[in-house]
C-alpha cells in the first residue's frame, strides 16, 4: 500500500478514484450519520447494559472455564489430553470464526433475533452433549455448534450497546466487557462444585440451563428505529457501528464504492421503504462525532467491535461485472488489507501468539493437581484468579490508553512477550501460592494484549478499516485456537509432564510477541494512520495561521 497523502486541501488520487462510480462520476454517500438511530444515552440503554453484561458472562464464563472439565471428561472417555482438549479448542475457536457472520446477520436483521438464535442453538449443542457416546461427537455438539451459537450471542450484545450510547459509550461498554472476567471467576468455580456434586453430565446439563438465559437477555436487546426519511429506510435494520466516535482522519481512505449509476434512480423513487439494489456505505466526510486535537485514541471501550459497515444485496451483485464483484468481496471482507505491512504484521503476530493464549486456561488446574497434590477445588480457583486480574486490568488498560504519553503497541507488545516468559517460569512453580502469583500476572498480560487490539488497529489503520481489519483478527485467532491447546496435550502425553505444555505455550507467546515488535520499525512508524493525522492536523493549524 503506497503512503497516504496527507495534504489538507485535496483527497489522493487513489481515494479520489474510489470515490467515483463506473460512470466517472461522484458516487454520493446513502447513509449518514443522520439516518443513524440517535442514542439516548440513557433510559432504555442501561436494561440493554445489563444485558450485555449478563451475555458476557454466560459465554465467556463456560468459554474460559473449559479447563475444569478435562480431567473428568478424560476418565470418561479414555482420551489423550490432547484430544480432549480439542473439544474446548473448537468452542472457543467456533466462538471466534463466526464473528463475521454474526455480523452479517446483525446488519441483515437485528441484534435481538441474532441473540436470542444463538442462546437456542447454543442451548441444543450443549443439552445433546450429555448423551455423546465419544469424545468424536462431543466435538461436534458441545464444540462446533456450542461455539457456534455463542459467536452468535457475543457480538450482537456489545454492538447494542453501542447504539443506545454516544456520551457515555466508553463507560457502558467497559460495563459489558467486565463480564468476561465476572463470568470466568464465577464460573470455574461454580463447574467444579456442579460436577463434584452431580458428574460431568448433569454439570452440562446446567450449563445449557445456564445458556437458556441468554435469549431471555436477549430479547432485552431491543432495536432502535432507524432516523431516515422512509424512502431511503431499509426494511430490515441493519445499522453500523462504525459511524459512531469516529476521529476525523486525514483524506478519507478509500470506502466501497457506490451501485452503477443507473440504479440511483430506483432508489430515489422507491416508496415502500426498500433499499435493496444498493451498496450501502458510510459517510467519509462525516465527522461529527470526533476527539479533540490533540486527544489519544479511543480507549478500548469507545472502539467500535466487528460489525460489517457495509452490506451487499444479492440482487445488486448479479448486476456486477466479475471485477466489480472481485473488489466489492475484496472491499467487505477486507481481504485487501493483508496487502498492507502495517496489517500483515499484527495478523501474523496473532496466529502465532494466539496458539499459546489458551494453554495456561486448559492446564493449569491439571497441572496443580497431578504435579503439585493441590485439590481439585483450590486447582479450579486458579482459573478465578486469573479471571480477576483480567477485569482489572481491561478496566487499567482502557483507562491508561487514552493518555497521551502512553504507547498502547509497546505495552501491548511487551504484555505477549512477558507472558511467554512467565509461561516458561511456571517450572519453578512449586506451590500454590507461586502458581497464583503466575495465574495474575498471566491474566494481567492477557487483559492488555486483548483489550488493546482494537486501539493499535485503530491507530495503525484509522477506524474507518477497523471493522474489516478487527473482523480478520477475530478470524485468524479462531484458526489458532483450535491448534494451541491440543498441540500442548499432545506435549504433555509424549512427556507426562504439563511444564513441557507450558513451555510450548511461551515459546509462542514470545515469538508472537517478537514478530508485533516489528511495527516499532521507523519505516512502519511513519506510514502509521495516527502519525499522519497528527501530520494532517499540524499543516491545518499553520495554514491557519497563514
Not at 15 to 20: E, L, V
Not at 171 to 188: K, N, Q, S
Request: overall charge positive; aromatic content about 8%; proline content about 6%.
Amino acid at each position: 500500500m503506497s503512503k497516504a497523502d496527507v495534504n489538507g486541501d485535496e483527497q489522493p488520487k487513489e481515494t479520489q478514484h474510489k470515490n467515483r462510480d463506473r460512470g466517472g462520476k461522484p458516487a454520493a454517500a446513502t447513509t449518514t450519520k443522520e439516518d443513524l438511530p440517535t442514542p439516548p444515552d440513557g433510559g432504555y440503554g442501561w436494561i440493554v447494559v445489563f444485558a450485555a453484561f449478563m451475555i458476557n458472562v454466560i459465554v465467556d464464563g463456560i468459554a474460559y472455564s473449559y479447563g475444569v472439565f478435562i480431567a473428568e471428561l478424560q476418565n470418561h472417555y479414555k482420551s489423550p489430553a490432547g484430544i480432549t482438549a480439542m473439544v474446548g479448542s473448537l468452542l472457543n475457536g467456533m466462538y471466534l470464526l463466526s464473528s463475521p457472520l454474526a455480523g452479517f446477520l446483525i446488519n441483515r436483521y437485528d441484534s435481538r433475533l441474532v441473540t436470542i438464535c444463538g442462546s437456542l442453538i447454543a442451548t441444543l449443542g450443549f443439552s445433546i452433549s450429555q448423551l455423546a457416546p465419544t469424545i468424536d461427537v462431543l466435538m461436534i455438539t458441545f464444540g462446533l455448534i456450542g461455539g457456534f451459537g455463542f459467536g452468535m450471542m457475543y457480538l450482537p450484545a456489545v454492538v447494542s450497546v453501542s447504539f443506545y450510547f454516544e456520551k457515555r459509550r466508553a463507560l457502558t461498554t467497559g460495563i459489558v466487557v467486565c463480564g468476561t472476567g465476572v463470568g470466568c471467576f464465577a464460573f470455574a468455580p461454580l463447574l467444579e462444585y456442579l460436577m463434584s456434586s452431580m458428574g460431568w453430565k448433569y454439570a452440562m446439563v446446567m450449563v445449557a440451563g445456564i445458556t437458556l438465559h441468554g435469549a431471555v437477555f436477549g430479547a432485552l436487546l431491543r432495536p432502535l428505529k432507524s432516523n431516515a426519511p422512509r424512502g431511503r429506510r431499509s426494511s430490515r435494520p441493519s445499522p453500523s457501528v462504525a459511524a459512531a466516535s469516529s476521529p476525523p482522519p486525514p483524506p478519507p481512505p478509500p470506502m466501497l464504492e457506490a451501485k452503477e449509476e443507473q440504479e440511483a434512480p430506483r432508489r430515489q423513487d422507491d416508496d415502500d421503504g426498500e433499499s435493496d439494489g444498493e451498496l450501502r456505505k458510510l459517510n467519509p466526510d462525516d465527522h461529527s462525532a470526533t476527539r479533540q486535537p490533540g486527544s489519544k485514541s479511543p480507549s478500548v471501550v469507545s472502539v467500535p467491535v466487528v460489525v460489517h459497515g457495509s452490506t451487499i444485496d444479492v440482487r445488486s451483485t448479479a448486476t456486477l461485472d466479475t471485477s466489480a464483484k472481485r473488489r466489492s468481496w475484496l472491499q467487505v471482507t477486507g481481504l485487501y488489507l493483508l496487502s498492507d505491512p502495517l496489517f500483515l504484521i499484527p495478523i501474523l503476530a496473532n496466529l502465532v501468539a494466539m496458539l499459546g493464549h489458551y494453554i495456561p486456561f486448559f492446564y493449569i488446574v491439571e497441572r496443580s493437581v497431578l504435579m503439585l497434590g493441590i485439590p481439585q477445588s483450590q486447582g479450579a480457583f486458579l482459573l478465578s484468579v486469573i479471571a480477576l486480574t483480567n477485569t482489572l486490568g481491561r478496566i487499567l488498560m482502557g483507562f491508561l490508553a487514552d493518555f497521551e504519553r502512553v504507547n498502547s503497541l509497546l505495552l501491548h507488545n511487551i504484555a505477549i512477550a512477558t507472558s511467554g516468559v512467565a509461561c516458561i517460569l511456571t517450572m519453578v512453580c512449586l506451590n500454590y501460592a507461586s502458581t497464583a502469583v503466575f495465574a495474575a500476572y498471566f491474566g494481567l498480560c492477557m487483559a492488555t494484549w486483548i483489550s488493546l487490539s482494537p486501539i493499535i488497529l485503530c491507530e495503525l489503520l484509522g477506524l474507518e478499516k477497523l471493522t474489516n481489519a478487527f473482523g480478520l483478527l477475530c478470524f485468524v485467532r479462531g484458526i489458532s485456537s483450535f491448534a494451541g491447546p491440543p498441540i500442548a496435550g499432545m506435549v504433555y502425553d509424549t512427556t507426562k509432564n504439563y511444564n513441557n505444555a507450558f513451555h510450548v505455550g511461551g515459546i509462542l507467546l514470545i515469538i508472537g510477541g517478537s514478530i508485533a515488535f516489528l511495527l516499532h520499525l521507523p519505516v512502519l512508524q511513519r506510514r502509521t494512520y495516527a502519525n499522519r493525522m497528527r501530520q494532517h492536523q499540524k499543516e491545518q493549524l499553520a495554514s491557519a495561521k497563514i
